[in-house]
């Protein structure tokens, strides 16, 4: 476990840096994982508003991102990838949001994924309280979104 800790940020890294991308930057295997999760977050916390900025001035971005997020994902990659500004782009806030998911939430569940994104809270499933509202706003966006896209289908 600890060799698995130390070998994944820079997994992580090749991983963001080599495959095929599916949103330029991303490989399509980590959006095909992570992004029907982000895009019903980004609906929830922005509708898709790249440039919006909270009341306090604290979050922004699609994904209302803290620099506290910034600095956490520079952590888990060993280097200063990104920068407060990067909140702005929504490319770089679905490679953040992956960064961290993949660190903390590697098997991709998506019940903690969301209360770990509403919450910062690693602890998050033992107080699911807190992040209830949350939970089911994302929940509800995430079936809206998957019902569109099978329409599309159609």
């Known amino acids: 476990m600890t060799t698995l800790r130390l ?3 820079a ?3 090749f991983l963001l840096s080599t495959s095929v991308m599916a949103q330029d930057n991303i490989p399509d295997s980590l959006m095909q994982k992570w992004g029907p999760v982000i895009r019903a977050i980004e609906q929830v916390e922005s509708k898709g508003q790249d440039r919006l900025v909270s009341r306090n001035g604290l979050y ?3 994904l209302q991102i803290a ?3 910034v600095r956490q994902v520079n952590i888990i990659l060993g280097k200063k990838k990104f920068t407060n500004n990067d909140r702005f782009s929504k490319e770089k806030s679905y490679e953040m949001f992956i960064v961290f998911q993949e660190h903390f939430n590697p098997g991709g569940d998506h019940e903690f994924a ?3 994104w509403n919450s910062g809270d690693l602890k998050c499933m033992e107080r699911k309280g807190r992040t209830e509202t949350y939970y089911q706003r994302v929940m509800s966006k995430y079936k809206q979104l998957a019902e569109e896209k099978e ?3 159609e």
């Open 67 to 69: 620099p506290i997020l």
């Open 60 to 62: 922004v971005g699609c």
């Open 114 to 116: 969301i209360r770990l």
């Open 151 to 153: 329409k599309e289908k």
């Open 7 to 9: 070998l994944l940020p």
């Open 11 to 13: 997994l992580i890294s």
